[in-house]
């Protein structure tokens, strides 16, 4: 384990590209090559209290994503469940075409390893934020 925000792997870059979709500042840094192997596979770091959007991975088949957290504590939830406490050595596999959000604890930092799971017409569909009152609810 590493003093360093973002874990073995380090913080990253401004995720401005998705900044949007977001509530609170994320990182961003790219683990595979994507010129070399068809698999991405990044580390993404939430300041204390960043989520993201609910959001869907859309598959014909195959698809979804994988979270491998690796410092800090967060949350993941899928639509109509409660949500889940994330800390380190968690892993969520996240079924294709299922409405989710995941992030940060209020008071912590928060990084996991994402992977894009192949399949075949994959998308992603970005959705409403996470209800501040909701969000605030959980401990």
Same mark, same amino acid.
Not at 2 to 8: F, I, V, W
């Given at each position: 384990?590493?003093?360093?925000?973002? @874990?073995?792997?380090?913080? @990253?870059?401004?995720?401005?590209?998705?900044?949007?979709?977001?509530t609170g500042k994320s990182y961003l840094?790219?683990?595979?090559d994507m010129d070399k192997v068809d698999?991405?596979?990044?580390?993404?770091?939430? %300041?204390? @209290?960043? $989520?993201?959007?609910?959001?869907?991975?859309?598959?014909?088949?195959?698809?979804?994503?994988?979270?491998?957290? $690796?410092?800090?504590? @967060?949350?993941?939830?899928? %639509?109509?469940?409660?949500?889940?406490?994330?800390?380190?050595?968690?892993?969520?596999? $996240?079924?294709?075409?299922?409405?989710?959000?995941?992030?940060?604890?209020?008071?912590?930092?928060?990084?996991?390893?994402?992977?894009? =799971?192949?399949?075949?017409?994959?998308?992603? %569909?970005?959705?409403?934020? =996470?209800?501040?009152?909701?969000?605030?609810?959980?401990?």
């Open positions: 384990m590493t003093d360093k925000h973002g @874990g073995d792997f380090g913080l @990253g870059e401004d995720n401005v590209d998705y900044a949007q979709y977001f840094k790219q683990l595979t698999l991405s596979v990044s580390n993404v770091t939430f %300041e204390p @209290g960043c $989520i993201n959007n609910w959001h869907i991975h859309h598959a014909k088949s195959g698809g979804g994503q994988v979270l491998l957290c $690796i410092d800090g504590e @967060g949350w993941y939830q899928e %639509e109509g469940k409660p949500a889940l406490s994330l800390k380190p050595g968690d892993c969520v596999s $996240i079924p294709p075409n299922v409405k989710h959000w995941h992030g940060a604890k209020k008071d912590s930092w928060f990084s996991h390893i994402a992977i894009a =799971v192949p399949g075949v017409d994959t998308s992603n %569909e970005w959705c409403e934020a =996470v209800d501040p009152e909701e969000y605030a609810k959980l401990e």
